[in-house]
Protein backbone atom coordinates (compact mmCIF):
# COMPACT_ATOMS: atom_id res chain seq x y z
CA UNK A 1 0.00 0.00 0.00
CA UNK A 2 3.02 2.15 0.97
CA UNK A 3 4.31 1.47 -2.37
CA UNK A 4 1.55 2.08 -4.24
CA UNK A 5 0.98 5.40 -2.60
CA UNK A 6 4.66 6.44 -3.28
CA UNK A 7 4.38 5.68 -6.95
CA UNK A 8 1.68 7.77 -7.45
CA UNK A 9 4.07 10.48 -5.60
CA UNK A 10 6.53 10.25 -7.53
CA UNK A 11 4.22 10.16 -10.85
CA UNK A 12 2.88 13.95 -9.97
CA UNK A 13 5.98 16.26 -10.65
CA UNK A 14 6.68 13.82 -14.31
CA UNK A 15 2.72 15.25 -14.71
CA UNK A 16 3.64 18.44 -13.77
CA UNK A 17 7.15 18.26 -15.94
CA UNK A 18 5.13 17.05 -18.85
CA UNK A 19 2.97 19.63 -18.53
CA UNK A 20 4.88 22.54 -18.25
CA UNK A 21 7.20 20.78 -21.26
CA UNK A 22 4.54 20.87 -23.35
CA UNK A 23 3.56 24.58 -22.69
CA UNK A 24 7.48 25.82 -23.33
CA UNK A 25 7.24 23.91 -26.51
CA UNK A 26 3.92 25.12 -27.78
CA UNK A 27 4.78 28.78 -26.60
CA UNK A 28 8.43 28.60 -28.40
CA UNK A 29 6.77 27.04 -31.83
CA UNK A 30 7.96 28.22 -34.74
CA UNK A 31 4.77 29.70 -35.72
CA UNK A 32 3.56 30.99 -32.33
CA UNK A 33 6.73 33.03 -32.48
CA UNK A 34 6.11 34.12 -36.24
CA UNK A 35 2.26 35.31 -35.01
CA UNK A 36 4.04 37.24 -31.80
CA UNK A 37 5.66 39.26 -34.01
CA UNK A 38 2.49 40.59 -35.54
CA UNK A 39 1.53 41.39 -31.93
CA UNK A 40 4.36 44.24 -31.55
CA UNK A 41 3.57 44.84 -35.76
CA UNK A 42 0.36 45.65 -33.69
CA UNK A 43 1.58 47.70 -31.05
CA UNK A 44 3.19 49.71 -33.86
CA UNK A 45 -0.13 50.96 -35.17
CA UNK A 46 -1.42 51.49 -32.02
CA UNK A 47 0.93 53.66 -30.67
CA UNK A 48 1.31 55.22 -33.93
CA UNK A 49 -2.60 56.39 -33.62
CA UNK A 50 -2.39 57.61 -29.74
CA UNK A 51 0.52 59.43 -30.98
CA UNK A 52 -1.24 61.27 -33.91
CA UNK A 53 -4.44 61.88 -31.86
CA UNK A 54 -2.43 63.47 -28.76
CA UNK A 55 -0.39 65.76 -31.81
CA UNK A 56 -4.13 66.44 -33.00
CA UNK A 57 -5.39 67.44 -29.69
CA UNK A 58 -2.31 69.44 -28.99
CA UNK A 59 -3.01 71.79 -32.19
CA UNK A 60 -6.76 71.99 -31.16
CA UNK A 61 -8.39 69.02 -32.60
CA UNK A 62 -10.54 65.78 -31.03
CA UNK A 63 -10.29 62.47 -30.28
CA UNK A 64 -9.28 59.69 -27.65
CA UNK A 65 -5.70 59.10 -26.67
CA UNK A 66 -6.10 56.28 -25.72
CA UNK A 67 -5.82 52.47 -26.25
CA UNK A 68 -9.60 52.49 -26.30
CA UNK A 69 -9.59 55.67 -28.57
CA UNK A 70 -7.62 54.36 -31.01
CA UNK A 71 -8.63 50.81 -31.96
CA UNK A 72 -12.12 52.73 -32.08
CA UNK A 73 -10.27 54.53 -34.91
CA UNK A 74 -9.84 51.57 -36.87
CA UNK A 75 -13.37 50.58 -37.15
CA UNK A 76 -14.15 53.54 -39.67
CA UNK A 77 -12.94 51.47 -42.61
CA UNK A 78 -12.90 47.67 -43.51
CA UNK A 79 -8.81 47.83 -43.91
CA UNK A 80 -9.12 49.08 -40.13
CA UNK A 81 -11.75 46.28 -39.32
CA UNK A 82 -8.72 44.01 -40.80
CA UNK A 83 -6.15 45.29 -38.88
CA UNK A 84 -8.42 44.44 -35.82
CA UNK A 85 -8.70 41.06 -36.29
CA UNK A 86 -4.91 40.73 -36.92
CA UNK A 87 -3.97 43.04 -33.88
CA UNK A 88 -6.68 40.19 -31.75
CA UNK A 89 -4.58 37.52 -33.63
CA UNK A 90 -1.02 38.68 -32.92
CA UNK A 91 -1.79 40.00 -29.30
CA UNK A 92 -3.49 36.83 -28.23
CA UNK A 93 0.12 35.43 -29.61
CA UNK A 94 1.93 37.11 -27.62
CA UNK A 95 -0.05 36.34 -24.26
CA UNK A 96 0.53 32.57 -24.93
CA UNK A 97 3.97 33.07 -25.76
CA UNK A 98 4.87 35.02 -22.49
CA UNK A 99 2.97 32.44 -20.40
CA UNK A 100 5.06 30.38 -21.74
CA UNK A 101 8.11 32.49 -20.55
CA UNK A 102 6.54 32.69 -17.06
CA UNK A 103 6.30 29.13 -16.89
CA UNK A 104 10.12 27.95 -17.64
CA UNK A 105 11.23 27.02 -14.76
CA UNK A 106 14.90 28.05 -14.83
CA UNK A 107 13.79 31.80 -15.09
CA UNK A 108 13.87 34.02 -11.89
CA UNK A 109 11.13 34.62 -9.99
CA UNK A 110 11.14 38.48 -11.10
CA UNK A 111 11.25 37.48 -14.52
CA UNK A 112 8.33 35.32 -14.27
CA UNK A 113 6.34 37.70 -12.85
CA UNK A 114 6.96 40.14 -15.68
CA UNK A 115 6.27 37.38 -18.20
CA UNK A 116 2.58 37.12 -16.58
CA UNK A 117 2.14 41.09 -16.28
CA UNK A 118 2.94 40.95 -19.82
CA UNK A 119 0.57 37.95 -20.74
CA UNK A 120 -2.24 39.77 -19.10
CA UNK A 121 -1.51 43.05 -21.15
CA UNK A 122 -1.15 41.56 -24.24
CA UNK A 123 -4.53 39.44 -23.56
CA UNK A 124 -6.34 42.33 -22.34
CA UNK A 125 -5.35 44.11 -25.85
CA UNK A 126 -6.64 40.98 -27.86
CA UNK A 127 -10.13 40.91 -25.89
CA UNK A 128 -10.35 44.68 -26.52
CA UNK A 129 -9.85 44.12 -30.17
CA UNK A 130 -12.55 41.39 -30.23
CA UNK A 131 -14.96 43.83 -28.38
CA UNK A 132 -14.28 46.57 -30.80
CA UNK A 133 -15.27 44.73 -33.72
CA UNK A 134 -18.09 43.55 -31.94
CA UNK A 135 -19.25 46.70 -31.10
CA UNK A 136 -18.23 48.43 -34.17
CA UNK A 137 -16.48 51.23 -31.88
CA UNK A 138 -14.50 51.31 -29.09
CA UNK A 139 -15.81 53.41 -26.04
CA UNK A 140 -13.40 56.06 -24.35
CA UNK A 141 -11.21 54.16 -22.04
CA UNK A 142 -11.91 57.18 -19.64
CA UNK A 143 -15.65 56.30 -19.41
CA UNK A 144 -14.94 52.44 -18.63
CA UNK A 145 -12.10 53.99 -16.04
CA UNK A 146 -14.44 56.19 -14.37
CA UNK A 147 -17.04 53.87 -14.15
CA UNK A 148 -14.74 51.13 -12.88
CA UNK A 149 -13.05 53.23 -10.42
CA UNK A 150 -16.70 54.69 -9.41
CA UNK A 151 -17.61 50.96 -8.72
CA UNK A 152 -14.29 50.74 -6.37
CA UNK A 153 -14.39 54.19 -4.27
CA UNK A 154 -17.73 53.19 -2.59
CA UNK A 155 -15.26 51.57 -0.05
CA UNK A 156 -12.31 52.80 1.89
CA UNK A 157 -10.52 49.23 0.77
CA UNK A 158 -11.38 50.61 -3.06
CA UNK A 159 -9.84 53.98 -2.55
CA UNK A 160 -6.65 52.15 -1.22
CA UNK A 161 -6.78 49.78 -4.41
CA UNK A 162 -6.69 52.94 -6.81
CA UNK A 163 -4.37 54.83 -5.09
CA UNK A 164 -2.04 51.67 -5.30
CA UNK A 165 -2.71 50.92 -8.97
CA UNK A 166 -1.73 54.73 -9.46
CA UNK A 167 1.55 54.08 -8.00
CA UNK A 168 2.35 51.13 -9.73
CA UNK A 169 1.42 53.21 -13.22
CA UNK A 170 4.02 55.56 -11.79
CA UNK A 171 6.32 52.91 -11.13
CA UNK A 172 5.93 51.15 -14.54
CA UNK A 173 6.48 55.04 -16.01
CA UNK A 174 9.73 55.25 -14.45
CA UNK A 175 10.68 51.89 -15.23
CA UNK A 176 10.19 52.92 -19.47
CA UNK A 177 12.08 56.07 -18.46
CA UNK A 178 15.20 54.40 -16.98
CA UNK A 179 14.96 51.43 -20.07
CA UNK A 180 14.80 54.55 -22.57
CA UNK A 181 17.78 56.42 -21.15
CA UNK A 182 20.01 53.60 -20.95
CA UNK A 183 19.11 52.15 -23.88
CA UNK A 184 17.66 48.53 -22.05
CA UNK A 185 15.14 48.03 -24.81
CA UNK A 186 18.82 46.58 -26.85
CA UNK A 187 17.81 43.44 -24.65
CA UNK A 188 15.14 42.56 -25.95
CA UNK A 189 16.20 43.18 -29.66
CA UNK A 190 18.31 39.96 -31.74
CA UNK A 191 20.88 42.94 -32.52
CA UNK A 192 20.92 46.57 -33.03
CA UNK A 193 18.90 47.37 -36.46
CA UNK A 194 20.83 50.94 -36.85
CA UNK A 195 20.61 54.58 -35.22
CA UNK A 196 16.80 55.13 -36.27
CA UNK A 197 15.88 52.17 -34.27
CA UNK A 198 18.19 53.67 -31.35
CA UNK A 199 16.76 57.44 -31.44
CA UNK A 200 13.06 55.83 -31.62
CA UNK A 201 13.76 53.53 -28.61
CA UNK A 202 14.99 56.51 -26.28
CA UNK A 203 12.59 58.74 -27.25
CA UNK A 204 10.05 56.59 -27.31
CA UNK A 205 10.63 54.93 -23.98
CA UNK A 206 11.27 58.27 -22.68
CA UNK A 207 8.33 59.72 -23.19
CA UNK A 208 5.36 57.38 -22.81
CA UNK A 209 7.09 56.77 -19.52
CA UNK A 210 6.35 59.98 -18.78
CA UNK A 211 2.99 60.19 -19.90
CA UNK A 212 2.65 56.85 -17.86
CA UNK A 213 3.86 58.58 -14.68
CA UNK A 214 1.67 61.79 -15.60
CA UNK A 215 -1.28 59.19 -15.64
CA UNK A 216 -0.16 57.84 -12.67
CA UNK A 217 -0.32 60.70 -10.56
CA UNK A 218 -3.49 61.41 -11.91
CA UNK A 219 -5.11 58.15 -10.39
CA UNK A 220 -3.40 58.59 -6.84
CA UNK A 221 -4.63 61.95 -6.92
CA UNK A 222 -8.03 61.08 -7.83
CA UNK A 223 -8.07 58.32 -4.41
CA UNK A 224 -7.08 61.21 -2.65
CA UNK A 225 -9.75 63.42 -3.51
CA UNK A 226 -12.44 60.51 -3.89
CA UNK A 227 -13.37 61.45 -7.72
CA UNK A 228 -13.21 59.30 -10.32
CA UNK A 229 -13.31 61.57 -13.13
CA UNK A 230 -9.51 62.27 -12.50
CA UNK A 231 -8.49 58.06 -13.26
CA UNK A 232 -9.72 58.68 -16.36
CA UNK A 233 -6.62 57.15 -17.77
CA UNK A 234 -3.76 58.70 -20.39
CA UNK A 235 -6.53 60.45 -22.27
CA UNK A 236 -7.44 62.56 -18.88
CA UNK A 237 -3.63 63.25 -18.20
CA UNK A 238 -2.90 64.27 -21.91
CA UNK A 239 -6.15 66.77 -22.10
CA UNK A 240 -5.31 68.16 -18.49
CA UNK A 241 -2.17 69.16 -20.01
CA UNK A 242 -3.66 71.67 -22.24
CA UNK A 243 -4.74 73.90 -19.55
CA UNK A 244 -1.48 74.40 -18.53
CA UNK A 245 1.29 76.74 -19.95
CA UNK A 246 2.90 75.12 -22.58
CA UNK A 247 0.70 72.52 -22.12
CA UNK A 248 -0.03 72.20 -26.22
CA UNK A 249 3.26 71.84 -26.65
CA UNK A 250 3.92 69.10 -23.87
CA UNK A 251 1.40 66.85 -25.66
CA UNK A 252 2.20 67.28 -29.01
CA UNK A 253 5.89 66.33 -27.74
CA UNK A 254 4.47 63.55 -25.91
CA UNK A 255 2.50 62.35 -29.24
CA UNK A 256 5.90 62.36 -31.05
CA UNK A 257 6.85 60.11 -28.43
CA UNK A 258 4.38 57.56 -28.87
CA UNK A 259 4.93 58.01 -32.58
CA UNK A 260 8.74 57.20 -31.86
CA UNK A 261 7.80 54.27 -29.68
CA UNK A 262 5.39 53.17 -32.54
CA UNK A 263 8.43 52.49 -34.53
CA UNK A 264 10.75 51.21 -32.42
CA UNK A 265 7.60 48.36 -32.13
CA UNK A 266 8.04 48.01 -35.44
CA UNK A 267 11.53 46.99 -35.48
CA UNK A 268 10.63 44.90 -32.85
CA UNK A 269 8.35 43.03 -34.77
CA UNK A 270 11.22 42.13 -37.10
CA UNK A 271 13.85 41.78 -34.47
CA UNK A 272 12.25 40.81 -31.08
CA UNK A 273 14.50 38.29 -29.79
CA UNK A 274 11.63 35.20 -28.94
Known amino acids: ?64 ADQGGALGMLTENTWGKVLLGIGAFGWAALAF ?39 GQSSSSKQQNASMTGKLMENTAGVILVGLAGAVIVAVGIYHVVKGVKKKFFEDLQK ?47 KSLLDKPLGSVMVAVIGIGFVAFAVYSAARSKYARV
Not at 112 to 124: M, N, Q, S
Not at 207 to 218: E, W
Open 1 to 64: MNTSAQRVGERKPDIADDAQEAINDAANHPWVERAARIGYAANAVMHLLIGIVAVRLATGGGGS
Open 97 to 135: WQIGEACLSFHEAKTRLKAAAKAGTYAVLSGMCIMTLAR
Open 192 to 238: NPGKWAEWSGVIGYSLKGLALVLTGVFFVNGAITHDPKDTGGLDTAL
